[in-house]
Each structure stands twice: as structure tokens, then as C-alpha cells.
């Protein structure tokens, strides 16, 4: 069974810091996607890596994926207000295809 | 990406009676349709998979005569909670797919409330 793992649960941050947050999984896959979501709504796609070694950035975001250590992190700089949500790594079950979600991570990022 | 349109949005309902959420992929073909619930400060959990022109697969747990899942075309999924309880009371969100190893694009989510 596909078990997909976050940390932190709970991230409180100062504006201009930098944290990573990390995914940990518990089979074998070679697609993880990144989501925000804001209170209330649904999922925005901010990352999709579908190879080892991928790394992908947009603007205070970044986020790598190691197939073999079946590990992701996504790596905040410079935080800034804005970037206070929940933030989900999904993880693609090879053969099902399905997304198992991780715990997810609340960030807030304070003034 | 593709767009993926659920409605309603949030829909209020008396305990006992049934609710459709409708989940349309409106510029592809979703082959495939997942449907998730969320839980207040809960993660996303599987709730089935269906295949247009197939009968939906049902994670362990969830009850498929409760959670009616229809998908009937490549554009279209329906579910439908029957004789909904408070303790279905949950935010609903669909995502499609079109052919396997393509991304999943999700709907805006329904909440739903049963009083």
C-alpha cells in the first residue's frame, strides 16, 4: 500500500525566511505533483516532477524529486504573506494511477 | 491546463434525502475520473475511480451504494450521496484524466452540508 508522508504538519514562519517542507513515500514512483490550497477551496497544481532528479522553481517555490530516497521537498525562500496555505504532495501509484495524497503542511507565514 | 468544472459548489441538504455533484472535463476527454473527500484539516482521501463506460472502483471502506458514481461519457461524472447523514456532511472534489501518464486536473470542490 502507497503511504505518503509530510513534514511538518504545522509550519509558522517569519516573512523573509526559508523552510522545506518534505514527502516522504512509501513505494516505488516516478510522478509526485505539489499543491496549494487555500481555505475553502480546491487544489492549484503548482508542480509536477515526473522523473528522478527533477527540479522545478516558480518564483519562491522550488521543488526537487528523488525517486530513489522516494523523496520531495518543497523549499520556500524568502517567505512572504502570500504564501500562507496548505500546502499537499500528491503521489502517482505506478499501475492504478491514482494520486495518494500526503498529510499536507499548514503553512503560515507571519508579518 | 485543462479545466475541470464540478457543480455545485456548496449545496445544503435535510439528512435523508440525496444530493448529485456533477464533475464535467470541459476542454478533454476524461478517460478517467477520481473522486476525493476532505475532511475540515483533513487530507484528500480516495473515495473511487471510475472509467468512462465502467462501473467505479471503491477504496476500502467507502460504500458504493451509498456514493453512486456515474460516467456515463468521456465529459461527464456524476456522484451521488443517497440518504445523506451529517457525517457525510464533507468537501467533495473530482479530477479527471485523460489517457494514463497524463496529469489529473481537479474541479473547484463542493461543499456539502446535510442538516
Known amino acids: 500500500e502507497l503511504k505518503v508522508e509530510q513534514n511538518p504538519l504545522f509550519l509558522s514562519m517569519q516573512e523573509g525566511k526559508n523552510y522545506t517542507i518534505y514527502c516522504n513515500y512509501s513505494?516505488?514512483?516516478?510522478?509526485l505533483y505539489w499543491y496549494r490550497q487555500d481555505p475553502g477551496k480546491s487544489l492549484e497544481s503548482l508542480f509536477v516532477?515526473?522523473?528522478?532528479?527533477a527540479v522545478k522553481q516558480e518564483g519562491r517555490l522550488m521543488a526537487s524529486l528523488d525517486t530513489k530516497a522516494r523523496l520531495s521537498t518543497l523549499h520556500i525562500t524568502a517567505a512572504v504573506h502570500d504564501l500562507s496555505a496548505t500546502y499537499f504532495c500528491?503521489?502517482?501509484?505506478?499501475?492504478?494511477?491514482?494520486?495518494?495524497f500526503g498529510t499536507g503542511t499548514r503553512l503560515k507565514v507571519l508579518a | 491546463g485543462a479545466v475541470v468544472s464540478q457543480h455545485p459548489s456548496r449545496v445544503i441538504c435535510k439528512s435523508g434525502t440525496s444530493v448529485k455533484i456533477e464533475c464535467r472535463s470541459l476542454?478533454?476527454?476524461?478517460?478517467?475520473m477520481f473522486w476525493y473527500r476532505q475532511f475540515p484539516k483533513q487530507s484528500l482521501m480516495l473515495m473511487a475511480t471510475?472509467?468512462?463506460?465502467?462501473?467505479?472502483?471503491?477504496e476500502q471502506g467507502v460504500e458504493k451504494d451509498k456514493f453512486l458514481i456515474n460516467h456515463a461519457s468521456l465529459t461527464l461524472s456524476t456522484l451521488t450521496v443517497t440518504s445523506a447523514h451529517p457525517e457525510d456532511s464533507s468537501f467533495y472534489i473530482c479530477?479527471?484524466?485523460?489517457?494514463?501518464?497524463?496529469?489529473?486536473?481537479f474541479g473547484q470542490g463542493t461543499r456539502l452540508t446535510v442538516v
Open positions: 500528491a503521489v502517482e501509484h505506478s499501475g492504478t494511477y491514482k494520486y495518494i
Open positions: 471510475s472509467n468512462e463506460g465502467s462501473k467505479a472502483t471503491y
Open positions: 479530477s479527471g484524466r485523460g489517457r494514463a501518464n497524463t496529469e489529473a486536473f
Open positions: 513505494t516505488t514512483s516516478d510522478r
Open positions: 476542454d478533454f476527454q476524461a478517460t478517467t
Open positions: 516532477l515526473l522523473s528522478n532528479g
